[in-house]
């Protein structure tokens, strides 16, 4: 027997924790039906941009104590069930559903908590934080305010990806920074230059177009702080913590380095926001 | 005259075969019972032994069940790993399997407070596709550690290739997941007792009243003594092997 806690749960903010939680007081094992892709995007056409990859939200949805994530492939014939399809498909035998307030499903939208109490299952109506939500986290992590961002999650923003070759050029200026490749529908920060950390190590991240070297091609390039080791190939979560400049071009190179220098300073500086320090 | 659904009220203990998931057991005592039906816990559909029913009324319980300690008797192949840890899983790695006192060492090991990784194919289904399929689609999820309490890990026969084990573990502990610890993998998983309860007892005809289920767990509303016998089962001597 199992609470079902239900949502799309994008970024896991502190709004989808307070559901999280609701569902775990049940003292039951919590179960967690998400989705994948975004509905938005499969109903409207337009891309959302997702503040957390699926792998990152399943893996946060286990270290909060869900016991089990089900993801359900949304399509336009999910969007098209009427709920009480859905709910009869998805969630029969279910004693205790939780969810946001807003929590809406099935064709128009037209199912909703009230629905489901009166299908008979037990419903935990969770009150949304106020304030807290994917949107203005969105909005926080355009605008480069990652402290803002991480607030409303409860831990930093994250950029997770998999370091593939690039140009090599930092390993020549003495900052060797991995490239990291994203899945084209996250949402990635104004670019700048940012303090943050990966694998328990410090790291300050380069997020743009080189411009000093006349680049065109989106970067986004992490350099771990006493870091020694080989990460081709491999999938890295970066944690961005605060943004500490704009990108800038240079009367030479040497100036560049001197600034690289200073952004290591102050990444050596730089405090976790959103929750305990890990690194 | 109650209202539909809610009568009768109970604990049903039922031995689950392999085959079947622990949802298509619920289904079929429920159709007979015709009451709102919970379970206290699944298995696997590979795995056998003790499912804990709740009847009607008492599925408002199952926060009083699901946190049970459980023992189980699997049997462990140390010569393979599967992607699950189960025999339903694809062959990963083969390997020679460790000798005997390698084995003891890795079994002390696993004894008391631990902790280990939730296995991925348990804890993660995309559309009811097991995790372990889910590599192909680009998938990787890092499983984080839980916490587990193994009260008693013993080696009931052992062969160079394989162990059978007899596990007393805290609730939420995946048998899997020490299978995978020894590098090896499940090939049969029985639960034979949920807290007081042992699937010797297991007879879907009877309903263990609440009360007297509860007070056999020292639960809240218990009026008998914890750990009072079930009067009406034919004494059963308790699963030891």
């Given amino acids: 027997m ?99 307030e807003d929590f809406r499903f099935g064709r128009r939208r037209r199912g909703d908590l ?22 203005e986290i969105r909005r926080l992590v355009h605008e480069g305010d990652l402290v803002g961002a991480a607030v409303q999650l409860g831990r930093p923003f994250e950029l997770d990806g998999t370091v593939v070759p690039g140009d090599q050029r930092g390993g020549t200026l003495g900052y060797p920074t991995a490239n990291l490749a994203l899945d084209p529908a996250l949402l990635v920060p104004r670019y700048g230059i940012y303090a943050g ?83 | 005259m109650p209202p539909k659904g809610l009568e009768p009220s109970g604990i049903i203990l039922v031995d689950k075969p392999a085959g ?40 408002k319980l199952a926060g009083s069940f699901v946190g049970l300690p459980k023992r189980y008797l699997t049997d462990v192949d140390l010569t393979a790993t599967t992607s699950t840890g189960d025999p339903e899983g694809e062959l990963a790695e083969r390997h020679e399997p460790p000798p005997e006192s390698e084995l003891e060492r890795l079994l002390e090991g696993l004894r008391g407070e631990i902790e280990l990784p939730i296995p991925a194919a348990s804890a993660v289904k995309i559309d009811g596709e097991r995790a372990y399929r889910l590599h192909r689609r680009g998938i990787a ?65 009877r309903i263990i009243p609440p009360e007297r289920a509860l007070a056999r767990i020292g639960g809240v509303g218990s009026t008998e003594p914890p750990g009072a016998q079930e009067p009406a089962s034919p004494a059963p001597e308790r699963e030891r092997q």
């Fill in chain 1, 197 to 279: 950390a990966a694998r328990e190590h410090r790291a300050a991240i380069s997020i743009g177009t080189n411009p000093h070297y006349g680049g065109n091609e989106r970067r986004i390039e992490p350099y771990l702080l006493d870091f020694d080791g080989d990460l081709y190939g491999q999938r890295l979560v970066v944690e961005l913590w605060e943004r500490l400049r704009d990108e800038e071009v240079f009367a030479n190179e040497p100036e560049l380095i001197a600034q690289i220098a200073r952004d290591v300073e102050r990444t050596r500086s730089a405090s976790r926001p959103g929750g305990i320090q890990r690194g």
């Fill in chain 1, 114 to 135: 009230a629905m489901l109490d009166g299908l008979g299952h037990r419903v935990v109506r969770v009150p949304l934080l106020g304030g807290v939500s994917s949107s």
């Fill in chain 2, 20 to 59: 079947p998931s622990s949802f298509a057991i619920v289904n079929r005592v429920r159709a007979r019972t015709r009451t709102k039906m919970g379970h206290g816990g699944t298995l696997d559909p590979f795995a056998t032994g003790l499912l804990l029913l709740l009847s009607g009324r008492s599925t």
């Fill in chain 1, 2 to 100: 199992t609470a079902v806690a239900i949502g799309m749960f994008d970024g896991v903010h502190r709004g989808h924790r307070s559901v999280l939680e609701a569902a775990l007081a049940t003292g039951l094992p919590v179960r967690v039906l998400t989705f994948d892709p975004h509905p938005r995007t499969v109903v409207q056409g337009n891309l959302v941009e997702l503040i957390s990859t699926l792998e990152r939200r399943v893996e946060l949805l286990l270290e909060l104590g869900a016991a089990e994530v089900t993801v359900l492939p949304f399509t336009l014939e999910t969007a098209a069930l009427e709920p009480e399809t859905f709910a009869a498909e998805q969630l029969a035998g279910v004693e205790v559903v939780v969810a946001g």
């Fill in chain 2, 141 to 205: 999820v890092e499983m984080p550690l839980r916490r587990s309490r193994v009260d008693a890990l013993e080696v009931i026969a052992y062969t160079h290739d394989s162990v059978r084990l007899d596990l007393l573990v805290s609730s939420g502990t995946y048998v899997r997941a020490i299978a995978e610890a020894l590098g090896g993998h499940c090939t049969t998983l029985r639960r034979t007792e949920v807290g007081p309860f042992s699937v010797v007892e297991a007879n879907e005809e």
